[in-house]
């Protein structure tokens, strides 16, 4: 019994000691706070406290008034018109190399016996040309997205054509 309260007393020990202690302190208006120090650590660092009152900056924003809503908007439509404007230079270059004219249009089953019961999502470089002008490809991981599948249902249908 005597080994097994040794024990005990020791785990409580050390779980004490990894507890941080909270006191009380009086602020300018006599009101009492808690406040918490490690005991590791001793007290706070100023760039601790900085941290703190500017995570509670941003926390109680006004809503944005309508002219700079306005040009927050046109601000994302110029940025998204450059962005259209650079990855269709992308797909430009990929449309011209040497090798993507398999690539230009949707495969069809008099191309490709069977390619339609092998590949469930058919894309072609003409398919995500138009995604783009219509906006239904927004971002550049989206485009490599589609560019990805295009390819991976080349190798899908080839792979299962030669086994």
């Not at 909270?22 to 009101?31: L, Q, Y």
């Not at 002219?67 to 990929?94: E, F, H, P, T």
């Not at 783009?132 to 299962?160: K, P, V």
């Amino acid at each position: 019994m005597e080994v097994e309260s040794e024990k005990t007393s020791e785990k409580d020990e050390e779980e004490d000691d990894m507890e941080s202690t909270v006191s009380e302190k009086k602020d300018d208006s006599g009101d009492e706070q808690e406040s918490i120090d490690d005991d590791e650590s001793g007290d706070r660092s100023k760039d601790e406290s900085y941290l703190d009152r500017a995570s509670t900056i941003g926390s109680e924003s006004v809503p944005a008034s309508p002219a700079s809503q306005g040009d927050l908007d046109s601000d994302a439509l110029q940025a998204q018109k450059n962005w259209k404007k650079s990855i269709m230079l992308v797909w430009r270059a990929a449309a011209n190399h040497k090798y993507a004219n398999v690539f230009l249009h949707p495969v069809t089953d008099d191309e490709a016996p069977g390619y339609h019961g092998i590949v469930f999502r058919p894309m072609d470089l003409t398919t995500i040309k138009k995604n783009i002008e219509n906006g239904s490809i927004r971002t550049t991981s989206e485009f490599q997205r589609d560019m990805m599948l295009m390819f991976q249902n080349a190798l899908m249908y080839n792979n299962a054509d030669h086994d």
